[in-house]
């Protein structure tokens, strides 16, 4: 919530919640820690609120709360990041783009969920086995664009490169999970 709020502003925020029926997190968001507070059924649904507000435009926005979203992990885990970040410099660039996809997909999978990262000859795979964006929504194309964001900012913090990430499947198509190819730099 604080990433959208980051994005879209306070307002924008408050008709979101409004939008997506949670209107008790107006003027009382959880609390910014690791704990999870917010169901999958809820976070679906203010991403929903998000693609109506906006319409074609959402895709931007919601990859721009992706971004934020990493970019506020990184805050919340200081020690954790500037560690890591420093040891990355000893590692060659395929080894950092890999162990920041592994980190990123420990928090997109706590508490409980199943997100892997699986390397490949041409490119690393991120699978997301739960994909709480998707919950109860059907598309046609892939949707998950916050993860997206998520994606290319902790590639982009972890090698200094901008890569392309493209979702392959999406469970809101029917694909049994949501699969990001990371590709190599533009």
Same mark, same amino acid.
């Given at each position: 919530m604080l990433a959208v709020q980051e994005v879209m502003g306070r307002s924008g925020l408050t008709t979101i919640?409004?939008?997506? *029926?949670?209107q008790r997190y107006t003027g009382n968001l959880p609390p910014d820690n690791q704990e999870t507070s917010l169901a999958a059924a809820?976070?679906?649904a203010m991403i929903q609120a998000i693609e109506n507000y906006y319409g074609r435009g959402a895709r931007g926005t919601l990859n721009r709360i992706?971004?934020?979203s990493f970019t506020r992990l990184l805050a919340s885990n200081k020690f954790k990041a500037?560690?890591?970040?420093?040891l990355y410099r000893l590692q060659p660039h395929a080894s950092r783009k890999l162990n920041a996809l592994k980190w990123l997909a420990e928090e997109?999978?706590?508490?409980? *969920?199943q997100v892997t990262v699986e390397p490949g000859e041409q490119y690393i795979t991120l699978v997301d086995h739960e994909s709480d964006a998707t919950f109860g929504r059907t598309r046609d194309a892939e949707i998950c664009w916050v993860t997206l964001g998520?994606?290319?900012?902790?590639?982009k913090w972890a090698t200094g490169a901008e890569h392309e990430v493209v979702e392959v499947a999406c469970k809101a198509k029917g694909d049994p999970a949501c699969c990001f190819e990371i590709r190599d730099t533009f």
């Amino acid at each position: 919530m604080l990433a959208v709020q980051e994005v879209m502003g306070r307002s924008g925020l408050t008709t979101i919640l409004r939008q997506a *029926g949670l209107q008790r997190y107006t003027g009382n968001l959880p609390p910014d820690n690791q704990e999870t507070s917010l169901a999958a059924a809820e976070y679906a649904a203010m991403i929903q609120a998000i693609e109506n507000y906006y319409g074609r435009g959402a895709r931007g926005t919601l990859n721009r709360i992706g971004h934020a979203s990493f970019t506020r992990l990184l805050a919340s885990n200081k020690f954790k990041a500037q560690t890591t970040q420093w040891l990355y410099r000893l590692q060659p660039h395929a080894s950092r783009k890999l162990n920041a996809l592994k980190w990123l997909a420990e928090e997109i999978a706590a508490p409980g *969920g199943q997100v892997t990262v699986e390397p490949g000859e041409q490119y690393i795979t991120l699978v997301d086995h739960e994909s709480d964006a998707t919950f109860g929504r059907t598309r046609d194309a892939e949707i998950c664009w916050v993860t997206l964001g998520e994606i290319q900012e902790a590639v982009k913090w972890a090698t200094g490169a901008e890569h392309e990430v493209v979702e392959v499947a999406c469970k809101a198509k029917g694909d049994p999970a949501c699969c990001f190819e990371i590709r190599d730099t533009f």
